[in-house]
């Protein structure tokens, strides 16, 4: 008979383990998926993760992509964090990274076609507006009329996504684009660009702000009261109010710190990668950022690296179903059982498995 101990204290190891056990795991599911579907299992899995870096025909290209798609789920997945130590669970970062690219394109265009070295900054100021006045939309609902800021947030994510689409074919759209949806290509617009800061790395402003935002997150969840206070919130909720921190004060701050950092996110990828707004701008940079976030166990440090893992993820993803016809699917709901097996596994941290007899148990 299998039945599951309590420990006393969570196992400091399994909490650092279950995320190498759940990308095991997720290979081995996965190789099974992939051999259902007709496809060599070994293959699908080395062309997800070591051709990408290691097979010169691909590396070239794929190796600075890493960065350039780690940066992103980096912001997000740090912001996050915050909140979800402090148990606030901001779930609709997707649409604040939207609204931040809107703002920020948006402030850009509306410049245009002045030519000054202030105005990325500028637009970078307004991405982080935009996405932090999106995650306000919840944190006052939660903390003036106790709403669920799950579902709020959540359910923003559609509006933001509709929003994206009413500015792709109205006002942000290119007036020379022949009635295409979309608008001017910002990357090409040398006062409003994100290009690479050193050619061929896929290095651009925002991976050295992911890098940046790591280093503060850390120094404040390890070194300042505030960090403190977050973790306090989460992990003893009426310790905290006892020690006189204020419920409402945490929710304001971690869901606009998430807001602010999901719509930087969203300005560099508009200003860079992406290069515009378009129907088609958000590519779920905000949900994956959820995984990211818990695969790094809710640290700073570990979610640079989950960010990386999962960047390698996408990249490895599009290479597969390129060279192998796996369907897009295949590969999102490869993705997905990675968070699948890591909450799973995750009952390791809290819980020992115990084999033996029924009278043994009792």
Not at 101 to 114: M, N, R, S, T, W
Not at 343 to 352: E, I, K, P
């Amino acid at each position: 008979m299998i039945r599951l101990e309590k420990r006393p204290s969570p196992s400091a190891f399994w909490q650092w383990a279950t995320p190498v056990l759940a990308v095991i795991l997720t290979m081995i599911a996965g190789g099974i998926m992939f051999a259902l579907l007709g496809k060599n299992p070994v293959e699908a899995i080395r062309t997800i993760f070591w051709d990408p870096l290691f097979n010169e025909q691909f590396a070239a290209y794929s190796r600075p992509q890493l960065l350039v798609k780690a940066g992103p789920l980096i912001l997000i997945a740090v912001g996050l964090s915050l909140g979800f130590k402090a148990g606030i669970w901001n779930i609709g970062a997707e649409g604040q990274y939207i609204m931040g690219a809107i703002f920020g394109a948006g402030v850009g265009l509306a410049l245009y076609p002045v030519e000054s070295r202030l105005i990325f900054p500028v637009m970078v100021v307004a991405g982080i507006f935009g996405g932090w006045l999106w995650a306000m939309i919840p944190a006052i609902l939660k903390t003036r009329f106790n709403t669920n800021e799950i579902l709020v947030s959540l359910l923003l994510v559609y509006v933001a996504q509709n929003i994206l689409a009413s500015m792709s074919i109205g006002l942000l759209r290119n007036p020379e684009g022949g009635g295409f949806p979309g608008s001017r290509n910002l990357s090409q617009i040398p006062a409003m660009a994100n290009p690479e800061l050193i050619p061929g790395t896929g290095m651009h402003w925002g991976v050295i702000a992911a890098f940046m935002v790591v280093i503060a997150a850390y120094v404040l969840l390890q070194r300042h009261i505030l960090g403190y206070h977050i973790k306090l919130a989460g992990q003893a909720p009426k310790a905290a109010r006892f020690a006189g921190v204020s419920p409402s004060r945490l929710v304001i701050l971690c869901m606009g710190l998430s807001g602010a950092l999901a719509g930087m996110a969203g300005l560099f990828e508009v200003a860079g990668p992406s290069g515009q707004i378009s129907i088609d701008f958000n590519v779920g940079y905000g949900f994956t950022a959820i995984i990211v976030a818990f695969l790094g166990r809710l640290n700073p440090i570990g979610i640079l690296l989950a960010g990386l893992l999962m960047a390698l993820t996408y990249i490895g993803g599009e290479l597969a179903s390129f060279m192998l016809s796996l369907p897009s699917a295949a590969i999102q709901a490869f993705q997905g059982m990675l968070l699948f097996f890591l909450l799973a596994v995750d009952l390791l941290t809290n819980y020992r498995i115990r084999i033996g007899t029924k009278k043994e148990v009792a």
